[in-house]
């Protein structure tokens, strides 16, 4: 069954039919010097900085008396009155230019992967991996940081333990729904407490059900993701939800896809899980972690 008013039938998120159709702004790598008005404020200016701010991307907007308001990169701009969504800036091929990443850092050009550290990024399965892989791949084949995925975290003090964290074998976890007073929360706490682990180890995790929910809804061309019922499996219902076929592990696993494809740069993902990544990189790039 579709849902209404979304459009969404059985097909495939990235076909032509459904992109012709999808209510999301045109994307567009901000640049500078572009005059942008924000929708919901009125302000109008030129863009005039691209940074981060508490692990959230922000353009700077200077208006004609000089003074300068920030705005999280992605949807709810206009230029020359056409509703935008601003992506990271484009690739350069001016000789010497920087080239922008996926997560917006300069890409290191004629990369080589680094050998593998014996550090760690730990997620929750392999969604989790791929969408973590897709955005900062490029910043963790710098640091020669490999993602493993955990397919669930029920297990992880004894996980941990048997990794033997200490100095230079560090491990950075991603954990879905990690929220005060959850079950998520709870072995977290036990896994902190494992031998070898505090200073070593840092657990972190977003506040969505699932990693699904960190892309933004922008992104898919939807005004909100669907609320799946107590009972019901939450990838399957979610797929259901959104008109496509949904009946087998094959099923959602295609769904997934079609909404990683909708994933072009770290401005199509929540800053809630923004953040938190980059905390982890940070913690295993640090000079005194190896």
Do not use: C
Not at 124 to 152: F, N, R, S, T
Not at 193 to 203: C, E, F
Not at 269 to 282: H, Q
């Amino acid at each position: 069954m579709n849902t209404p008013g979304w459009g969404w039938g059985p097909q495939d998120l990235g076909s032509p039919e459904v992109s012709r159709r999808s209510p999301a702004a045109r994307g567009l790598p901000v640049e500078s010097g572009m005059v942008l008005e924000d929708v919901e404020s009125g302000w109008v200016g030129a863009v005039v900085s691209v940074e981060v701010v508490g692990g959230m991307r922000v353009v700077g907007l200077e208006d004609r008396h000089g003074r300068v308001k920030a705005f999280p990169l992605g949807p709810g701009f206009l230029l020359d009155g056409e509703p935008v969504r601003l992506t990271p800036p484009a690739p350069r091929s001016v000789p010497g230019g920087p080239r922008i990443t996926r997560s917006g850092s300069v890409a290191v050009e004629n990369l080589r992967a680094s050998v593998a550290k014996e550090s760690r990024v730990w997620v929750e399965g392999y969604h989790d991996a791929e969408l973590v892989a897709k955005v900062w791949g490029h910043d963790l084949a710098v640091e020669g940081i490999v993602v493993e995925p955990l397919h669930g975290i029920d297990d992880l003090p004894a996980a941990i333990a048997e990794f033997h964290p200490g100095p230079g074998r560090r491990l950075g976890i991603l954990v879905d729904h990690l929220v005060s007073g959850s079950k998520e929360s709870r072995i977290a706490d036990r896994a902190l407490s494992v031998p070898g682990a505090r200073g070593n180890v840092q657990i972190l995790g977003h506040p969505y059900v699932d990693i699904w929910q960190a892309v933004k809804p922008a992104a898919l061309g939807i005004p909100a993701w669907p609320v799946i019922p107590r009972g019901v499996d939450w990838k399957t219902g979610m797929a259901k939800a959104l008109g496509m076929p949904h009946r087998t592990p094959q099923d959602v696993g295609r769904a997934w896809q079609a909404i990683l494809a909708r994933v072009d740069s770290y401005s199509d993902l929540e800053p809630a899980l923004l953040g938190r990544v980059e905390e982890l990189i940070d913690f295993l790039t640090a000079p005194d972690g190896y």
